[in-house]
């Protein structure tokens, strides 16, 4: 968020007035290092290594490779094709629709989808940023998605509320299923010092065979059927839709969740508290705070928040029903959204865009181009795994260090070379 | 459970300092005890036997069937039991480690967990016409246990090391596809075996490259990186695979060996020496890194680089260099464990078919303290785990199987909560080396 914008390049530039070489030089300089620009570089080269995979997949362009060296235009003709019409499927099925629209609506329906499949993992997301600057990692959003989604689909078709009331009374069960899935690795860790990393991994299996289990049950299914699937949820426990589109209350109420988020953390004493505890426990305690209460109580909050998640899969369309594979993807999908988005909520709200972007546009292009949906996820992890090393994207495009790392970098040539002298 | 470091250290200066008493052991094992007297014992009918084949044909001994009274059997299993928990009270109570001859320990746990499983199984199938074929039991979680086994192995190669692992799932998944599409490619199982490891070393790869050239989060480019390996393997396989499977994934199989005399023996011989062959190459990695990492130079370095990096580079270890280097190794164990899912089985590649079990492997990693014998066992409790439920479905048990599958979670939670709270992870784990 803006508030909280780290004192960057611009600010050391201020106290430094004396060398002034040119102002050009200095912005280009500063653009070069800046941390948007290795985002973007980032996307680029995610996005060349997605074409490199899916030119290699095509058939086609296998052909002409059987024969590259006598006629070199076919391979390349090929392999434009594919990737050129791969991405551009996507971007038409992410953000606008230009080839089939009949109205303005059909124009924007793409983009209304992107927003329609981010928002679980912008609720999952902020869920794990909090975590991430608590410094505990919770893998568990998988878990806490699933029984969110147990707890706020019970009440939404068995609890037969009047509409408005409804609603409520099922988010707040997601909240709650959440909260209680994440509240076991929060006070586990409180008490015994138990590695918060492991025990969600183990809740998120645990939470499968437990809704599978639930699912078994009489209450949990429709009537007359012993299949595993719960009855369809009440209308009334529905996300209104705005204008007709595929865009409903869920993303508004996410918004809200990653203003509050960022309220909490930056504005109240617990956010505080929390960030103090991620930044050093050792220093928290000493301060006084209670590091065992503040594990708990990010994960209380986090495990909230990746419940809500699963209002989307339950709410937004009418008539859903409670399965195992309610949470999809989306608690290891928010991983990488929580770390593109570094953990803050105006960050998390925008890669959650990207990312369900990339999804929705995946779907179309695997219709239209037969392209495998699979390609996003190695898109998305690409991302991330570059983004997570600012250094790697630096030398591969031989952009200038920032000033930090360059002179801790000198620091450590120094001593190596004292230790070499030493030795 | 046994004493940790601090507790030694205190013993060994002041010989007056009381140790501090744990009530966790005790009150587990008392638990289990009361389970055992109420689920079991009381639940069975009186006069039932219960059936279980000790020894099949093959052997020495030729079939061997026990008919056990099934109610007489579990009131000794779970008096056992209790004079275990009473042990633990005792222990505790008295701040001793020892109660007559018998010490406690982590060996206490083994057999009152021994104890429980077969009270378990002799109530499972109390009363029923069915025989329990035991063999088969523990042969096929032997079996189940193959993959576990060498992703804990490679999880324990580099959390020594002192890079966190969380990409085992990955690098399982890539030696499954990579074994599976070279097998299939040069119709030999035995290439496709060889192959594996290196898909494994180069997720290990590059795993080493964030986490100790770029100083990324172990963590992080864990999970990333089996997202990454997820969805390439996952998309080669709706392309390549499925477009010519002829060429890519008809199936080869690794043979199963039946070692001569050694697997006639009752029992144990057809459980560890029928089996596949991948199954005889964990037995190898298994006893080669227990005992080269605590007894070899290489093991010393290599822990040194995961203890106390600094004190190992003043030594003259190449601390980023050896961290890498073992990084590689214990990727491509994982490799080697990932061929298990396709050629062991005869099956061609699938979509994520390795279904989460990296993140078992790395469970059974920390329950057994981060000592390959130690995950050994914990990775042959979860084969066994997921065994049972195959078993006594034959049987035609009806216990919620999914209660079944979810065990190997929740012990390991209890263990990481309670057991694991005094094993001592590598200090410097996770920590980059920037000397």
């Given at each position: 968020m803006s508030a909280s914008a780290t004192p960057g390049p611009q600010l050391q530039a201020c106290q430094e007035?004396?060398?002034?070489?040119?102002r050009w030089r200095e912005a280009l300089k500063q653009a070069a290092s800046s941390s948007w620009l290795t985002s973007v570089l980032a996307v680029v080269i995610a996005l060349v290594i997605g074409a490199i995979l899916i030119a290699a997949a095509d058939v086609r362009v296998q052909q002409a490779a059987g024969y590259l060296f006598a006629r070199p235009q076919d391979f390349f003709g090929a392999a434009w094709n594919t990737v050129s019409g791969a991405y551009s499927s996507l971007f038409q099925g992410a953000v606008?629709?230009?080839?089939?629209?009949?109205?303005f609506a059909d124009v924007v329906a793409p983009a209304t989808k992107t927003i329609a499949y981010s928002v679980p993992l912008i609720f999952a997301g902020l869920a794990l940023g909090i975590g991430f600057r608590a410094g505990?990692?919770?893998?568990g959003a998988q878990g806490q998605i699933i029984l969110g989604a147990t707890l706020c689909g019970y009440i939404g078709f068995s609890w037969h509320l009047p509409a408005g009331v409804h609603l409520v009374v099922a988010l707040l069960g997601a909240f709650v299923g959440g909260a209680a899935w994440g509240f076991i690795p929060g006070i586990l860790k409180a008490k015994t010092g138990a590695n918060e990393v492991i025990v969600t991994i183990m809740l998120n299996s645990v939470a499968v065979f437990f809704l599978g289990w639930l699912l078994t049950l009489r209450s949990f299914q429709i009537p007359g059927l012993s299949r595993p699937i719960s009855p369809r949820m009440d209308t009334t426990a529905g996300y209104p839709h705005f204008?007709?589109?595929?865009?409903?209350l869920g993303f508004l109420l996410a918004i809200v969740a990653a203003v509050v988020v960022w309220w909490l953390m930056e504005r109240t004493t617990l956010g505080f508290r929390i960030r103090a505890v991620g930044e050093n426990p050792h220093a928290a305690r000493t301060a006084g705070m209670n590091v065992s209460m503040s594990y708990v109580w990010v994960m209380v909050i986090s495990g909230g928040l990746a419940g809500l998640a699963a209002t989307s899969q339950l709410?937004?369309?009418?008539s859903q029903q409670l399965n195992?594979?309610?949470?999809?993807?989306f608690g290891f999908d928010a991983i990488t959204v929580a770390l593109l988005g570094r953990s803050k909520p105006l960050g998390t709200v925008l890669a959650g865009l990207l990312f369900g972007g990339l999804r929705a546009g995946g779907y179309l292009m695997q219709s239209a181009t037969?392209?495998?949906?699979?390609?996003i996820l190695v898109l998305q992890s690409v991302i991330v795994l570059l983004i997570a090393a600012p250094p790697l994207v630096r030398s591969i495009f031989r952009l200038p260090d920032d000033d930090r790392r360059r002179r801790s970098r000198s620091a450590a040539h120094a001593r190596s070379l004292r230790h070499e002298a030493a030795t | 459970m046994s004493t940790t470091l601090t507790q030694l250290r205190a013993e060994d200066l002041h010989h007056e300092v009381l140790r501090p008493r744990s009530w966790k052991l005790p009150i587990a094992l008392t638990v289990f005890t009361l389970v055992s007297l109420a689920g079991f014992c009381f639940t069975t009918p009186a006069g039932a036997t219960s059936r279980v084949?000790?020894?099949?044909?093959?052997?020495?001994?030729g079939t061997l069937i026990w008919s056990l009274p099934s109610q007489s059997a579990l009131v000794v299993l779970t008096v056992i039991m209790a004079a275990l928990a009473g042990a633990g009270w005792w222990a505790s109570l008295r701040r001793v480690t020892r109660v007559g001859i018998v010490k406690i320990g982590s060996w206490t746990s083994v057999v009152f967990g021994i104890c429980f499983v077969s009270a378990f199984l002799v109530w499972a199938v109390a009363g029923r016409g069915s025989v329990l074929q035991f063999t088969s039991l523990l042969s096929g979680a032997l079996f189940l246990s193959v993959p576990l086994v060498f992703g804990a192995m490679a999880g324990t190669v580099c959390e020594h090391v002192g890079v966190i692992n969380v990409s085992i799932e990955g690098q399982l998944l890539a030696g499954a596809f990579m074994a599976a599409v070279v097998g299939s490619l040069s119709r030999n199982p035995w290439i496709g075996l060889l192959t594996a490891p290196l898909a494994g070393a180069v997720i290990g790869a590059l795993l080493a490259l964030f986490a100790?050239?770029?100083?990324?989060d172990h963590i992080i480019v864990g999970v990333v990186l089996n997202v990454l390996v997820t969805g390439l393997t996952s998309y080669l396989f709706s392309t390549v695979l499925t477009h010519n499977t002829a060429v890519f994934s008809s199936t080869v199989r690794l043979p199963t060996w039946k070692i001569p005399l050694l697997s006639?023996?009752?029992?144990?011989g057809p459980v560890l020496?029928?089996?596949?062959v991948l199954v005889y190459v964990m037995y190898v990695v298994v006893i080669l890194l227990q005992v080269l990492l605590f007894r070899s130079r290489w093991g010393l370095r290599l822990r040194a680089c995961g203890e106390h990096p600094r004190a190992a580079d003043t030594l003259g270890v190449k601390v980023n260099r050896t961290r890498v280097l073992n990084t590689i190794l214990g990727g491509a164990i994982a490799g080697l464990g990932g061929a298990y899912f396709t050629i062991a089985h005869g099956l061609a590649f699938g979509k994520q078919?390795?279904?989460?079990r990296g993140y078992i492997a790395l469970a059974a990693m920390i329950l057994g303290g981060w000592k390959p014998k130690g995950a050994l066992v914990a990775a042959l409790l979860f084969g066994f785990a997921d065994n049972l439920q195959n078993a006594l479905g034959v049987v035609g048990v009806?216990?919620?199987s999914q209660f079944m599958l979810m065990a190997p979670y929740l012990v390991t939670i209890f263990a990481v909560a309670g057991?694991?709270?005094?094993v001592r992870a590598p200090a410097m784990e996770g920590k980059p080396y920037k000397g």
């Open positions: 007035p004396q060398p002034q070489p040119s606008v629709n230009l080839t089939s629209a009949h109205s505990l990692f919770n893998i204008f007709n589109t595929s865009i409903d709410l937004s369309a009418p195992v594979d309610i949470a999809s993807t037969g392209t495998p949906i699979d390609i | 084949a000790i020894a099949t044909g093959n052997s020495w001994l100790v050239r770029y100083w990324v006639q023996i009752p029992v144990i020496f029928v089996q596949n078919m390795t279904a989460g009806q216990v919620p057991l694991v709270g005094k």
